[in-house]
């Protein structure tokens, strides 16, 4: 592996010194990048190896495991990466740990083209450089839609109705679906609709949990309505499930990732009839409240704590670089960027109408994660009708308290 | 053997166990003790493209501080062991107290999740190990009595559940019970209820666990018995058929006992790889309706933030569990030794 990664490098130097260096102001340094595995952020590394040259050399794991391989990488001195790719969540525990660095001087340095709402500044400090949003949403198909004599659902209940109804003409069985495998999927959706109900997750300035109230009752019970509109097998359905039974024409209803809208909306795994009738919109509201039932993300690089100035400041002069509105313009659909030069076209069109409507941030609080994981294995035994909602509620926060005290919150 | 040279005999192996098996065991023992400081946390502003907010962040520097101070982190001795994510000692107490019925008992238990993940463990060590000991020795005797030409490919193909990865394995048969698989279809189509699904149904996910893993392991008890069954002298076999024994009582009183040296080792090494039962699971993403000891730690120390602690405690339960159950077994071995000695 690391044999192709030198001949890749190699090679590409070799290009670049026949073709034209790019001019990212480095003149040496290791740059070791960790991130999520999905296009966007292959996007942005590939443009960003443009500034290899003899001295400055680019490696990238791009891996859906990331989060589990962070803090360690980069607990490590020298840390094993010189930038983690995160998120509103997956931020925390490098916060926590202390492991990346405030970037102040690098953003005056480097930073004139970055855009102010891309700098993620906590407590006065800059910590991360945001690019790309990206929020769960409803899609539709309109041609279904118009074929139960339907408007486009844009509340949660008006979304049971309309596959209540899509099941009853007969055109599907199961025309509903969400991300709702056991694990950090389903606890991402009771989040989702917690919020949209107007909850609150702790006491505030607190790490107490108290979800188990009128919200989170309610919130389960739109839940239960919706997956009993889903395929029998909705405690295994992940994005790329939920992607997949989309694209083979299974659904009319879901609610799925933005990120998800371009390879659904392009031409390849699935039909005519279902990608032309296939419509991204606002996430919806629930229980007459009006912010959506969604909650805003964004990805971002972090620099890491441990490494050399000289490789952080190489890291984030790349990473710049590969930000750079030639980037955008080529890519533009793969993403909602928060760039110069995005122009939101049919795939960014739901994750703009959710931010647009008021959706919340994630909360990036230190113990949201246990209280995430909490969510994620106690809710299935409700949603399957072995429990009361109450019950499941207090497990969720008995699990979440016992996991709190372990790590010191409490 | 004067014990001076059987020390230095046994010294190399003794230096590799101290090591790698109770050094381990010994660090994650101290681990299991210890949890984490109390976090220092502050109130700050956090603004990004959504706009800005208070939230509460860690002081890393204080944090730091209380950590540097005492690396280990605070002792809380047993209490991680005893705490609602494990054995829950408080909880069940209140429920022995409170709960009327065996059943109403049981049902609360079976709401922890610590039970729950035990429940199944012990249920999968107590169903697939007989299972697989009997359909070994059965293909072992089936495929002993075949022609010489066919055994080869036979051999062969019983071993194919071994040979394919257990993650790969799983797999296959979740996509076959699939809802829109060839066994979840047919399934469907023969009890006419298209809302049927062996995933969803955790009584379906259990028995489904159970084939796939008498499946896989089945072939290990059929290799060992296989080869000890080239071992049992014909001339005891030959001389039982004189006496009139039938093909069935030349099994049970002479094979069967000759080969239980054997039997017991494929008990020892099945009790203790399906106690801790776990690809079948991540593979059939069974964890709504089944979870087990492994997978519980493995849960623990994934995501975005790892409870060391509590992974430590399940580990160390898994070895005590695993400790139990094989005692039976060794304290009959020890027995039996100890009888041929005298």
């Keep these: 592996m690391s044999f192709m990664k030198t001949i890749a490098a190699g090679t590409m130097a070799t290009l670049l010194a026949t073709a034209s260096y790019a001019d990212c102001g480095i003149e040496s340094g290791s740059i070791r990048i960790l991130s999520n595995d999905f296009g966007a952020l292959h996007a942005m590394v590939e443009k960003a190896r443009e500034c290899e040259t003899d001295s400055v050399t680019i490696e990238h794991n791009a891996t859906t495991e990331h989060r589990d391989l962070q ?9 094993e990466y010189t930038s983690a790719v ?20 690098l953003v005056a340095k480097y930073g004139q083209d970055l855009q102010p709402q891309q700098l993620i500044t906590i407590d006065g400090q800059v910590m991360a450089i945001a690019f790309m949003a990206n929020a769960q949403h409803l899609y539709y198909r309109s041609d279904v839609l118009e074929q139960v004599g339907l408007d486009v659902p844009t509340t949660y209940e008006e979304v049971v109705a309309a596959a209540q109804a899509i099941r009853d003409a007969g055109i599907m069985e199961n025309p509903f679906a969400m991300n709702t495998m ?16 107007g909850g609150q997750f702790f006491e505030p300035g607190t790490a107490q949990v108290s979800i188990n109230n009128e919200q989170g009752v309610a919130a389960l019970n739109m839940l239960k309505q919706l997956v009993d509109l889903s395929d029998p097998d909705f405690l295994t359905f992940d994005s790329n499930a939920t992607a997949a039974e989309w ?53 971002g690089f972090t620099i890491s704590a441990n490494i050399s100035d000289e490789d952080a400041e ?41 931010a647009q409507s008021g959706a919340r941030p994630y909360p990036m609080l230190p113990f949201m994660g246990l209280l995430h994981t909490a969510l994620g294995n106690e809710l299935s035994d409700f949603l399957q009708g072995n429990e009361s909602a109450e019950q499941a509620l207090s497990d969720v926060e008995a699990a979440y308290t016992a996991a709190a005290r372990e790590q010191g919150f409490l | 053997m004067p014990h001076r040279t059987f020390f230095w005999f046994m010294f190399p192996s003794l230096l590799a166990m101290i090591l790698f098996i109770a050094l381990p065991i010994g660090s994650v023992m101290t681990q299991s003790l210890f949890v984490k400081h109390d976090q220092v946390t502050i109130v700050t502003e ?94 072992a005797l089936g495929v002993n009595s075949l022609p010489r030409i066919v055994k080869g490919p036979t051999i062969f193909i019983s071993l194919l559940p071994m040979i394919v990865t257990p993650l790969i394995g799983g797999l296959v048969l979740f996509w076959m019970v699939d809802a829109d698989g060839i066994l979840g279809a047919a399934l469907q189509n023969i009890f006419d209820d298209p809302r049927l699904s062996v995933k969803a149904s955790a009584p379906l996910t259990w028995l489904m666990l159970f084939i796939y893993g008498i499946w896989h392991s089945a072939p290990f008890a059929f290799v060992v018995f296989y080869a000890g069954l080239q071992t049992v002298p014909s001339e005891t076999l030959e001389a039982a058929q004189i006496d009139g024994a039938n093909r069935w009582q030349r099994i049970r009183y002479v ?61 160390m339960m898994t070895i005590v569990g695993v400790c139990i159950l094989l005692s039976p077994v060794l304290l009959r071995t020890w027995r039996d030794f100890n009888r041929k000695r005298a």
């Excluded at chain 1, 056991?182 to 109900?197: A, C, D, I, R």
Aim: with cysteine; aromatic share 10%.
């Design chain 1, 182 to 197: 056991t694990g950090w999927n389903l606890g991402e959706e009771f989040v989702n609709m917690y919020l949209g109900h």
């Design chain 1, 86 to 105: 995160v998120a509103n969540s997956s931020i925390v525990p490098l916060m926590n740990e202390g492991l990346i660095r405030p970037l102040d001087d």
């Design chain 2, 46 to 139: 956090n603004c990004g493209p959504f706009g800005c907010q208070e939230e509460v962040v860690v002081d890393v520097e204080a944090t730091r501080a209380l950590q540097e101070a005492d690396p280990l982190g605070r002792f809380n001795g047993f209490g991680t062991y005893t705490d609602r994510n494990h054995l829950a000692f408080a909880e069940v107490s209140e429920a022995w107290n409170t709960t009327e019925s065996w059943s109403e008992f049981g049902s609360f238990l079976m709401n922890l999740p610590f039970y729950r993940a035990l429940a199944f463990t012990l249920s999968y060590t107590a169903i697939v190990t007989p299972f697989v000991i009997v359909l070994g020795l059965a293909i």
């Design chain 1, 314 to 354: 190489a890291t984030f002069a790349a990473l710049v670089h590969g930000l750079s509105p030639e980037m955008v313009a080529e890519n533009n659909d793969l993403a909602v960027w928060l760039l110069d030069g995005f122009e939101p076209g049919p795939a960014a069109a739901g994750v703009a109408a959710t």
């Design chain 1, 247 to 299: 694209e083979s024409g299974n659904l009319a209803l879901a609610t799925m990732w933005g990120s998800r809208g371009g390879p659904i909306l392009d031409d390849e795994g699935s039909t005519e009839e279902i990608v032309s009738s296939t419509v991204l919109t606002g996430a919806p509201t629930v229980g007459g409240g009006d912010t959506p039932a969604s909650t805003l993300w964004w990805d």
């Design chain 2, 255 to 315: 094979t069967i006992p000759y080969m239980m040296p054997l039997v017991v080792f494929v008990i020892l090494i099945q009790l203790m790889d399906n106690f801790r039962v776990f690809e079948p699971i991540v593979a059939f993403s069974a964890q709504a309706n089944a979870s087990s000891l492994s997978t519980f730690i493995y849960d623990d120390l994934r995501g975005d933030t790892a409870l060391f602690g509590s992974a430590a405690a399940t580990s």
């Design chain 1, 71 to 79: 803090v360690a990488a980069l607990t490590a001195n020298p840390a």
